[in-house]
């Protein structure tokens, strides 16, 4: 996972598009010192490229564990649960002081001169696994199983679906802190079940949508996805 950086400078304000790309071709192996057992870790990694002077840096940032299932009586369903709630900390831990910065904004100084600059994520790009898990949408078998609209299955790749609403980013997410409030309580099981099942999404609430421009106006959760060209086949 890739975090492309570019800072435009404008008048007194400076902002930061932010372009993630996804990639779990690349692991890092770590051997414990007391142990003969290996971990593997995937990078998450930051591109910073200042478009004044075309300078660019990468920076690691956090490495993500991969997570198997366990021998345990419904150990796939456990294991998705582990993977998920694991990838949305470490992005929360790597991207909290960007997420805050996106909306009181950091102090940044050039030539003399002090700007506040404002990260915006712009363009997040993935396979669609990460794609789901970023997002916390179901993924597979699911009534509306695109990531920008509410299509559904039976009318996906019908002319039907050049019609279909567009998600709601506001919306679902408010659905999603719903479904995970009665989660950790265990409460309300029908009730979560009935989220989900809404729009195809987990209830989980996802660490991006809390960016600056992702829930706010111009609302580019679901429009910020795209395809790594070393995906596509």
Known sequence: MDVLVRRDIDSNTDYAPLCVRGSRA?????FPSLSTSTHKLY??????????TGDLEWEPIAYI???????????????RERRSAILQRVLYLALRTTVTASHIGVLHEQDGNTYVAFPRLMLYMS???????VLCLKGGSCQ???????????????????????????????????????KRYQRESVR???LEAMESAHNRVPVV????????????LYKSIGFDALHVR
């Open 26 to 30: 690349r692991f890092l192996h770590v």
């Open 144 to 182: 509306h199983p695109c990531s920008s609209c509410v299509v559904n299955v039976k009318e996906a790749g019908a002319p039907a679906a050049l019609s279909a609403g567009e998600r709601d980013a506001v919306l679902t997410v408010e659905r999603q802190l719903e479904g995970a409030a009665h």
């Open 127 to 133: 396979d669609q696994p990460e794609e789901k898990a």
């Open 209 to 220: 949508a809390g960016m600056a421009g992702m829930t706010t106006a111009p609302f580019l």
């Open 65 to 79: 564990p991969l997570v198997r299932k366990q021998k345990e009586p419904l150990a796939e369903m456990r294991g």
């Open 192 to 194: 979560r079940t009935k």
């Open 43 to 52: 990078p998450l990694r930051v591109r910073v490229v200042n478009v004044v």
